[in-house]
């Protein structure tokens, strides 16, 4: 039941965004600023959230290199 609920409000979302995305051209310039804002807050903790998955997993899956020896 959750899971259903959790989909449709995953579709919900999309098409809320499709919407905004339809009716941009004509938004005033705030509005457009602030869409703005909000995608490249979203694009930016995706790509933090892909960085740091990356690095814990080359972390986990490499053995660590050692020091030179003297």
Same mark, same amino acid.
């Given at each position: 039941m959750a899971a259903t609920t959790f989909v449709q409000e995953i579709c919900s979302v999309g098409e809320r965004l +499709? +919407?905004? +995305?339809?009716? +941009? #051209?004509?938004? !005033?310039p705030v509005e457009i600023v602030a869409f703005s804002v909000i995608i490249l807050f979203t694009a930016t903790v995706m790509l933090l959230l892909l960085v740091a998955c990356s690095c814990c997993c080359t972390h986990c899956?490499? #053995? !660590?290199q050692r020091g030179r020896k003297a």
């Open positions: +499709l +919407l905004k +995305l339809q009716k +941009l #051209p004509q938004a !005033e899956c490499c #053995p !660590e």
